[in-house]
Every structure is written in structure tokens, then in C-alpha cells.
């Protein structure tokens, strides 16, 4: 039987072993080796020789890229061949609708971003990123924005739906993103107007949405920090609907109770708030895919973290908002919306 210490020993080095996959499954990505699979199975001598790299440290990155599942192998050792998963074509063009899919991080990103863990911890001063609102280049959001909207589409179906027994006329989107939750309110709703709102330099990237979507003419964008006041005059309240999603994960509880008691305020009477959130278990423990979407935020976030339905419930109704009951998205099970109304 395994010593009991051996086996705790063993599970701690399989943790700290995930980090090769993703180094391995990134590498061979940007390298440039699934670009050249396109073309057929190849040898890793023979795409080695195309990429100009070495063959022998090559093998060992495509092996494991192969045990993930990512590529075919067929054949021993050196001989072996290595051929693209046909699924996978549609994720790696361009063109091609799964192209804003994959995570939007690369290798030296991941990583460097993860080894400033001691430096967070120390400081208490998280990352800048795109998806927290940090200060980033224009780049870098627009990457992050597109990825999500590719994500975020069926959602915003859904919650559009959810809000359909109710005309709405003007509503504003908070923390927009790329403007997926106003093209889904404005599709259906034709007579709605709308403000989103959204750090100013994704003004560039949500234009460009609303004109693809021919909705240019129903919205505009306001570039403002949601902590602060300005915002709410500038988007025309009183309205009938405000949107807040994927945003409060960003921010402190106090930031949050803020910025709750700001989109209350542009509301009328009557008017709704949809919260949309990732669930956490009313005692924080879980589910395991909520822990590690917390533990991003506590490094590249300023102050966020997944907060319960209890506390947010809590926040809302101290905003002067009665949150009714949480919703689960069927489009999005990890997901979670309130629906409060200003009383
Ligand atoms: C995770 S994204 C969500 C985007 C979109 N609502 C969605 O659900 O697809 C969070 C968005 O909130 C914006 N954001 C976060 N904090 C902000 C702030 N203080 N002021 C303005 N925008 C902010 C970020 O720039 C980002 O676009």
C-alpha cells in the first residue's frame, strides 16, 4: 500500500504538473504548429523543419498536446506522425465563427501574470487587466471584448427574453464590454434607445458593433469610470432598464454598494436592474469552477471577487431595488441573474 505521505506528496506534484499542459498546449499553438497540421500530419522532424526549430524538443511539446486530446499521433517515437483534430479547424481560422473561443492569454502572459502572485499578495494591489477595467491598451481590450462577445451571445438571448413582459424604451448597459446584452435588448425591443457605458477606449470596438448590427442610430457609447457619479446624468436617466453584467466580479464590496445605489438612482420607478453573475454557494466554498474564477479576480482585479446571492440580494435592496429571486441561465448554468425592480 502507498505510504500515506507519498501519496499526499504525489497529489501535491500532479497540481503543480497541470502547469505543463498549459505550457505545452500554448507552445505548440504559438510556435505555429497546429497553423501547419492544416495542411496534413507531419513528423515532428518534418514540421520542425518547417517552423525551424528542433525536432527532439519539438516531440516532447507535441506528445503532450497529443495526451490532452489536441492532436492525432500515429506512429512510434521519431517516426511518429502528429494530425490536426478536424474539430479544432473552425478555433485556430480567423474567419471562422470559434476564432474568439479560446482563451485570449498568451504563453508569456499566463505566466508572467500568475508568477506576480507573491507581489499581489504582499501589496494587496491586483493586476490590470481588460476584463476588470483596468487601464490596458486598446489591443488588449479589444482581444478580451471580442472573445467574450463570441461567449456571450446565447446569454444574452436569454436575458433579453427574461425582461420581455416589460416594454422598455431607454436602457443602459454598464460595463458593456463589447455590447452583446444592448444588440440582444435592442433586437428586441425596436423602439428602445440606449446608452452603454464602458471604459473610453472601448468606444472604437462597441461603435463598430452597433453599426454591424445596424443599431447605430438607437445607441451610443459613453466612455466613463462607473465609480464615479458623472455617468449617470450623462446616460439620460430615468430608465427603464439597466444592465450590469460580469461587472461587480470586478470590484469591492464597497465599490459594488456604489455602484448599485448609482444604477438605482438611474432608474425610475418601476425600472429594473438585470444583475448577471457567476454563482458562488452561499458559503463560499464552491463549486470548484467558482473558486478558481474568484482566485483570478483576487490577482487581476482591483478589489472583485464572486459574491453570493445573499449578499448581493443584500446590496440591492440597500439600494433601494427589490432583487426578487435569483434565476439560473439554462444558456449558462454557472450563471446566475436578479432581476430587481426599483421600488
Ligand atoms: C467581464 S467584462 C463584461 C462585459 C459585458 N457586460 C458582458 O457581460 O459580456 C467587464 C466590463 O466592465 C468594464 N468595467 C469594469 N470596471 C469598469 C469601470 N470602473 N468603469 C467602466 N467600465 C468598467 C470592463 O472594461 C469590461 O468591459
Redesign the pocket.
Known amino acids: 500500500m502507498l505510504d500515506p505521505l507519498r501519496a499526499r506528496a504525489g497529489r501535491w506534484s500532479q497540481v503543480v504538473a497541470a502547469v505543463d499542459d498549459a505550457m505545452a498546449l500554448l507552445a505548440v499553438r504559438e510556435i505555429g504548429a497546429l497553423d501547419a497540421l492544416r495542411d496534413g500530419p507531419l513528423t515532428a522532424g518534418e514540421l520542425g523543419a518547417r517552423l525551424g526549430v528542433g525536432p527532439r524538443r519539438l516531440r516532447a511539446f507535441l506528445d503532450v498536446a497529443a495526451d490532452l486530446g489536441f492532436l492525432g499521433r500515429q506512429g512510434a517515437s521519431a517516426a511518429a506522425t502528429y494530425s490536426l483534430d478536424p474539430r479544432d479547424e473552425a478555433l485556430l481560422d480567423a474567419d471562422a465563427d470559434g476564432a474568439q473561443l479560446l482563451p485570449t492569454e498568451d504563453l508569456r502572459t499566463l505566466f508572467s501574470r500568475r508568477a506576480q502572485a507573491l507581489d499581489v499578495l504582499r501589496t494587496d494591489v491586483g493586476l490590470q487587466v481588460?476584463?476588470?477595467?483596468g487601464a490596458v491598451s486598446e489591443g488588449e481590450?479589444d482581444g478580451f471584448?471580442r472573445y467574450?462577445d463570441r461567449h456571450?451571445r446565447a446569454e444574452a438571448s436569454e436575458v433579453a427574453e427574461l425582461l420581455s413582459d416589460e416594454p422598455i424604451n431607454r436602457f443602459a448597459d454598464l460595463?458593456?464590454?463589447a455590447g452583446?446584452?444592448a444588440h440582444a435588448l435592442l433586437g428586441r425591443n425596436p423602439g428602445a434607445t440606449a446608452v452603454l457605458?464602458?471604459?473610453p477606449n472601448?468606444g472604437a470596438l462597441v461603435q463598430e458593433g452597433l453599426r454591424r448590427a445596424g443599431q447605430a442610430e438607437r445607441a451610443c457609447f459613453l466612455g466613463?469610470?462607473?465609480?464615479e457619479d458623472t455617468w449617470v446624468a450623462a446616460v439620460g436617466a430615468p430608465l427603464d432598464a439597466v444592465i450590469l453584467?460580469?461587472?461587480v466580479h470586478?470590484h469591492d464590496p464597497e465599490a459594488c454598494r456604489g455602484l448599485l445605489r448609482r444604477a438605482a438612482t438611474a432608474l425610475r420607478p418601476g425600472g429594473r436592474l438585470l444583475l448577471?453573475e457567476f454563482f458562488m454557494n452561499d458559503d463560499g466554498a464552491g463549486p470548484p469552477g467558482a473558486l478558481r474564477f474568484a482566485l483570478s479576480m483576487a490577482l487581476m482585479s482591483p478589489g472583485g471577487d464572486l459574491y453570493t446571492c445573499p449578499e448581493l440580494a443584500g446590496w440591492l435592496t440597500e439600494a433601494g431595488l427589490d432583487p426578487g429571486a435569483p434565476i439560473r441561465l439554462l444558456t449558462a448554468p454557472e450563471s446566475f441573474v436578479f432581476v430587481a425592480t426599483k421600488t
Open positions: 481588460a476584463s476588470s477595467g481590450r471584448l467574450l456571450a460595463g458593456c464590454g452583446t446584452y457605458v464602458d471604459r472601448a466613463a469610470d462607473l465609480h453584467s460580469n461587472v470586478n448577471k
